[in-house]
T-cell receptor, first 115, second 114 residues
Framework: KAGVTQTPRYLIKTRGQQVTLSCSPI?????VSWYQQTPGQGLQFLFE???????NKGNFPGRFSGRQFSNSRSEMNVSTLELGDSALYLC??????????????FGPGTRLLVL | QQQVKQSPQSLIVQKGGISIINCAYE??????FPWYQQFPGKGPALLIA?????SEKKEGRFTISFNKSAKQFSLHIMDSQPGDSATYFC?????????????FGKGTKLSVKP
């Protein structure tokens, strides 16, 4: 089975711009979670989608949003980029039956640099 | 508020030695404690996980010890190898909870010297 894929892998943007990141989960997985990874804060939960519905949201400003499509693929969007948004954005997929205790399979991430 | 505290931040171990990473949590509603391993340029991958109804779980050279009363759990890597050099994250989650998804510790960078 193919793993979780994320596109693009690298991205450079300037402050004030917006960005859209894409995630394709493992075939058959219905849940997708997004995390932000930075050296200072570590891995922080952004949001989780299941069957096209946002099921949980972390403590991030409204500039961070996401959605999930009927094929379970997910996108996240960050508007009005700030320097502090520079991070590795990780997507993880799981079956979604019992989300909090299932193995989450992470993609390689999208590294975003905001200049 | 950091809900999962991980130590040490970095660890250097000789090949064949034992690597020990510790985590402490605050929320007694946490009921699933996985450890993830991350190599440079890769996403984290599940290494081993434990639930609070057992005090220890072993998979090959990797063992989780869990102390519910102390709200602590640790990862032991026996016979550490250079290929184990990676960053290790402990995590916790609360089934059906309001905490979001996995809450991660800040990670431990392990270097195993040959």
């Amino acid at each position: 089975k193919a793993g979780v894929t994320q596109t693009p892998r690298y991205l450079i943007k300037t402050r004030g711009q917006q960005v859209t990141l894409s995630c394709s989960p493992i075939s058959g997985h219905r849940s997708v979670s997004w995390y932000q990874q930075t050296p200072g804060q570590g891995l922080q939960f952004l949001f989780e989608y299941f069957s096209e519905t946002q099921r949980n949201k972390g403590n991030f400003p409204g500039r961070f949003s996401g959605r999930q499509f009927s094929n379970s693929r997910s996108e996240m969007n960050v508007s009005t980029l700030e320097l502090g948004d520079s991070a590795l954005y990780l997507c993880a997929s799981s079956l979604g039956v019992r989300i909090h205790q299932e193995t989450q399979y992470f993609g390689p991430g999208t590294r975003l640099l905001v200049l | 508020q950091q809900q999962v505290k991980q130590s040490p931040q970095s660890l250097i171990v000789q090949k064949g030695g034992i690597s020990i990473i510790n985590c402490a949590y605050e929320n007694t509603a946490f009921d699933y404690f996985p450890w993830y391993q991350q190599f440079p340029g890769k996403g984290p991958a599940l290494l081993i996980a434990i639930r609070p109804d057992v005090s220890e779980k072993k998979e090959g050279r990797f063992t989780i010890s869990f102390n519910k009363s102390a709200k602590q759990f640790s990862l032991h890597i026996m016979d550490s190898q250079p290929g184990d050099s990676a960053t290790y994250f402990c995590a916790a989650s609360d089934d059906g909870g309001s905490q979001g998804n996995l809450i991660f510790g800040k990670g431990t960078k392990l270097s195993v010297k040959p």
